[in-house]
């Protein structure tokens, strides 16, 4: 058949062929799995115990918290280290650092401590910008708004703060756990939406949806949640409780309280929304899962750490990567699928 087609027949069939292996060609979709492994906190194996990690606004950063007081800025992919800001109250002094974050511009970086202070430095040089004071105990969470000025912080007896960054005007005091059913510690995970007028926390007994700008409690949504995520566009609340063994995680409609999906039961410790919001991310053990959020389908599952346990994780904003911190001081950049 060939023999009876003109040369320049031939010429077009064959860049046909080609055009048709390209587009067919799976090797320009990158396999998912680690993609590197840095021991980032911590001078031993079982020492560093990472308690957050975030990405940058532009994802080309990220910063990481550990239990001695140590935050640390990392470039990305290459997990790089740019930066260490130790939040120490005096030498010797080893205050847990909790919750780091970057401004919304990526020039600063704030974080909770045990000191019961927020401590803010200057990304690029590691200056401490000023400490904000007036929190009863230990600072659990710190979320910046949108603006980049202002900055919510929650510590371990539910009092919450909103304050300005460049510190003007007194901060608005916010008691999330002033409610009967919830006077211990709001100690456990918390979440907010992007626009940071909705808030779920979880307190010893219960897991509640509140609005921060109207000051009241929209709902709750079961009892005491360990991990805690809501959607990028603020519909769904994801909740696991690592304590129990036995327990699943929930999808809930932020709107209704409605229990929309639950997964089979595993151990979890963190999870995490992609930047689309279609498929949430779950921690057990050294696994990570991938859920779809319409369904609530498994949709992937990884060997993410085979030394220790992943205790956090982010979703970096391209929705290409997570980022996992251990209970060993390992900072891990995973791709997703």
């Avoid at 550990?66 to 260490?84: H, N, Q, R, T, Y």
């Avoid at 006077?183 to 010893?204: E, G």
């Avoid at 389908?297 to 391209?318: L, M, Q």
Wanted: hydrophobic content about 40%; aromatic content about 8%; some cysteine.
């Amino acid at each position: 058949m060939f023999s009876q087609l003109s040369l320049n027949q031939v010429g077009i069939l064959a860049c046909a062929i080609a055009s048709l292996q390209i587009l067919g060609e799976p090797a320009i979709q990158e396999k998912a799995g680690v993609v590197r492994v840095v021991k980032g906190h911590g001078a031993s194996k079982f020492e560093g115990h990472v308690t957050s990690v975030s990405f940058s606004h532009d994802g080309k950063l990220a910063v990481s918290a550990d239990m001695f007081g140590m935050v640390k800025v990392w470039e990305i992919p290459s997990l790089k280290e740019k930066g260490a800001f130790e939040a120490s109250s005096g030498p010797g002094v080893k205050n847990w650092a909790h919750s780091a974050k970057f401004s919304p511009d990526d020039r600063y970086v704030v974080s909770g401590s045990g000191d019961k202070t927020v401590w803010v430095w200057d990304a690029a040089s590691g200056k401490t910008i000023r400490r904000v004071r007036g929190h009863t105990e230990a600072v659990r969470h710190v979320f910046f708004f949108p603006d980049g000025n202002r900055v919510l912080s929650i510590d371990w007896n539910g009092l919450a703060l909103a304050w300005n960054l460049d510190g003007d005007d007194e901060p608005r005091r916010i008691e999330l756990a002033a409610q009967p059913n919830r006077s211990l510690l709001c100690s456990h995970d918390a979440a907010t939406t992007k626009d940071r007028r909705k808030i779920v926390f979880s307190s010893r007994e219960q897991t509640v949806l509140y609005d921060l700008e109207d000051d009241r409690e929209l709902r709750t949504l079961g009892s005491r949640a360990d991990a805690l995520a809501i959607s990028p566009d603020g519909l769904h609340v994801a909740i696991a409780r690592d304590r129990d063994r036995s327990a699943p995680i929930e999808l809930c409609d932020t709107t209704t309280g409605q229990c929309l999906w639950k997964s089979p039961t595993h151990y979890r410790s963190a999870v995490a929304f992609t930047a689309d919001g279609k498929r949430l991310l779950s921690i057990s053990a050294g696994d990570l899962r991938l859920w779809d959020v319409e369904n609530g389908d498994e949709i992937g599952r990884f060997a993410a750490s085979k030394d220790s346990n992943v205790v956090c994780i982010d979703c970096s904003p391209d929705g290409h990567h997570a980022l996992l911190g251990t209970s060993s001081g390992q900072i891990i950049l995973f791709r997703l699928p």
